[in-house]
């Protein structure tokens, strides 16, 4: 019988890689309301100026007798531009354009925390672990292990 956990935990993995993973489902553009032009996330839904012309209909939220709702766009390796350009009311002055980019954020967090690569976990677990060419990572200039988040 496995022993129970006496206080729970999230482990570090889920924390700085799987859960970021997830940001690669933010769509470019929402629809917030009927008649209105989509906007992005960052700038335009950014939430730290009064509402006006931001008042959110049933476009982002499944209401009974109303259309579906807009879905999240599949999981996938990439962000919307409006994450790699995050807004200076996001980030605060920036002396590095990468301190803007959320990809770079969540690479770095992950180095900072010690998280294992992507081919330690894989070898770890017994999953097959992806050549170099499948990863078209050497053609950036990367040369060491996998980031997890990636």
Avoid at 70 to 75: E, P
Avoid at 107 to 132: F, N
Wanted: net charge positive; aromatic share 8%; charged share 20%.
């Amino acid at each position: 019988m496995p022993t129970a956990v006496k206080h729970p935990f999230i482990p570090v993995e889920l924390a700085n890689a799987a859960f970021r993973y997830g940001h690669s489902q933010l769509r470019p553009m929402y629809a917030i309301r009927a008649g209105a032009a989509p906007m992005a996330v960052f700038p335009d839904l950014i939430g730290f100026s009064p509402v006006g012309d931001r008042a959110v209909d049933s476009m982002l939220f499944d209401v009974p007798g109303r259309p579906s709702a807009q879905r999240s766009k599949r999981i996938d390796g990439t962000l919307p531009a409006s994450l790699i350009e995050l807004p200076r009311e996001i980030t605060g002055a920036a002396g590095d354009s990468a301190y803007r980019s959320l990809a770079a954020r969540a690479l770095q967090r992950g180095h900072g925390t010690g998280l294992p690569s992507g081919e330690s976990i894989a070898r770890e677990i017994g999953a097959r672990v992806l050549e170099r060419a499948e990863l078209a990572l050497p053609q950036y200039g990367w040369s060491i292990e996998t980031p997890l988040w990636l």
